[in-house]
């Protein structure tokens, strides 16, 4: 199939050369376009169509008007072959308008000030993890512009304002309130950057550059995709258009948190020193093992038994289902990370993700619960996690485990993990006690119970679970 022809009107401002090489293999989604021979300070935006994944179209964005690109890529339509576009631009005017252009990519030309004009912010769709910077923002428009320029460089946290280029994975955007938005192309929304670890979705990472980049979570997370699971579509693209500013500088997360790593509220100041409740920790072979509603059932088997249960997710990717589902079986006060100012916890400093650890749990230990639930994400060989299983503050703060699991086999691995590391265990569930036949191979082979998820909402069940050496009133 030709990239570009009469058809489409690209002939006369496109000259494209492709190579076919043998090749193997799925679409390269997240290769990059690479400049060869940049010339110009006029930029501009190409639109190249390519059939992917069933998509109408997928967008090369090329900045200069004299310039060569290579963009190696792979089609999966029942052709294993790897083909390399040169693409040679010679432009005057913007190829779809026939109009000039004259606006600067968001990552382009010198940093300068854009002002968000009222009638323009009310329409900005914001996301979850921006739900405290949205709440001042909406009250209060006018106290904040854009950022951008070549010269800009994001940091994970920084608040951007982005242009909906195509829809891919995430048709939805998770508003402040957890309501799935609906995305259209060329609607502009408020995410964060942040990277991303999803082994059933992306790995992520915030680029160098206000460049085109990816919506890689749906609760409103930016970053470039460099890795994808094979069986999901390619990542909604999306156009920064500046970074969220005030008079003091670019707005990030942490600016407009509640809760702050190294700041106890007055509340965990003045619980400070006093015995701390029991805290049982949920973990789980993998993502989509069961955690949360794991922790859930517990919440409310705990909650039905009449004690006041605290919970808390302390690393991950940030969205609203969760905190909301642990609302839902009874806990309260309840937090996750994006109240500390975090978008998600991958990539930060070892250092930093055990003192939001420490930090959570002192936070909702001094709220007086009863018990405290912590949720912490993905599986035990994700890099933060299995550091932290081997953390004296882990033991310290933990005063056991609830592990959910896919299998039996996945259960005996962790347990086998946990055990090395001396982390003491109460109890497996998850997603492998939805099968009768996975719960009895997985009790014959472990030394702990196994649990039928929904069997935690039973009050005698979830309140054996509570550690014995701490007494609760």
Same mark, same amino acid.
């Given at each position: ?25 799925? %679409? ?59 693409? %040679? ?17 968001? +990552? ?39 950022? *951008? ?15 909906? *280029? ?30 991303? @670890? ?9 680029? +160098?550059?206000? %460049? ?25 693209a999306i156009e920064p258009i500046g970074l969220l500013a005030t008079k003091d500088g670019v707005v990030n997360l942490r600016d407009f948190a ?122 035990? @060989? ?28 996945? *259960? ?7 055990? +090395? ?12 006690? *939805? ?11 472990? %030394? ?5 998820? @929904? ?19």
């Amino acid at each position: 199939m030709p990239v570009a022809g009469p058809e489409n009107n690209y002939e006369s401002f496109l000259k494209v050369n492709t190579r076919f090489a043998a090749g193997a293999g799925r %679409e390269d989604e997240n290769a990059r376009p690479k400049m060869r021979t940049p010339s110009s300070a006029v930029y501009q935006t190409v639109m190249l169509p390519f059939l992917t994944r069933g998509k109408a179209s997928r967008r090369l964005a090329a900045r200069t008007t004299n310039a060569t690109f290579a963009y190696p890529w792979t089609r999966n339509a029942g052709m294993n072959l790897s083909r390399e576009i040169e693409i %040679e631009i010679n432009l005057s005017r913007n190829i779809e308008t026939g109009d000039d252009v004259h606006a600067l990519a968001a +990552d382009a030309g010198p940093t300068r000030r854009l002002d968000l004009e009222p009638g323009r912010a009310r329409h900005i769709r914001a996301a979850y993890t921006t739900h405290f910077v949205a709440a001042e923002f909406s009250k209060h428009p006018g106290d904040f512009h854009l950022v *951008a320029g070549a010269d800009t460089a994001p940091r994970p946290g920084d608040v951007v304002i982005a242009r909906v *280029a195509e829809i891919g994975k995430h048709t939805r955007l998770e508003s402040p309130v957890s309501r799935r938005q609906l995305m259209f192309v060329g609607q502009e929304i408020m995410v964060a950057y942040g990277n991303r @670890y999803a082994p059933d979705q992306f790995l992520a990472h915030v680029p +160098d550059t206000l %460049e085109p980049c990816h919506l890689v979570a749906g609760g409103g997370l930016a970053g470039y995709v460099t890795q994808m699971h094979a069986s999901i579509d390619a990542a909604t693209a999306i156009e920064p258009i500046g970074l969220l500013a005030t008079k003091d500088g670019v707005v990030n997360l942490r600016d407009f948190a509640p809760l702050q790593v190294g700041n106890p509220s007055l509340a965990a100041l003045s619980a400070a020193g006093t015995p701390r409740p029991p805290v049982i920790a949920v973990l789980g072979t993998s993502m989509n093992s069961g955690k949360s509603t794991t922790l859930g059932c517990l919440v409310n088997g705990l909650a039905n038994a009449g004690l006041h249960v605290a919970a808390g997710k302390a690393t991950g990717t940030g969205a609203g289902n969760d905190p909301n589902l642990f609302i839902d079986a009874g806990a309260f006060p309840v937090c996750d990370f994006t109240d500390f100012g975090y978008p998600t916890t991958f990539k930060l400093a070892y250092e930093e993700v055990r003192d939001l650890l420490a930090a959570m749990i002192d936070e909702q230990a001094a709220s007086g619960a009863d018990v405290v639930v912590i949720e912490i994400a993905d599986g035990l @060989y994700q890099g933060e996690t299995s550091r932290l299983l081997r953390d004296p503050l882990f033991a310290g703060y933990v005063d056991t485990v609830v592990f959910s699991a896919q299998d039996a086999l996945g *259960a005996r691995a962790g347990l086998d993990v946990l055990q +090395d590391a001396a982390v003491p265990v109460a109890a497996v569930s998850g997603l492998l006690t *939805a099968s009768p036949l996975a719960t009895a191979e997985a009790a014959a082979r472990l %030394e702990v119970p196994v649990i039928d998820t @929904y069997a935690l909402c039973n009050p005698e069940v979830a309140t054996a679970l509570v550690p014995v050496r701490a007494s609760v009133s």
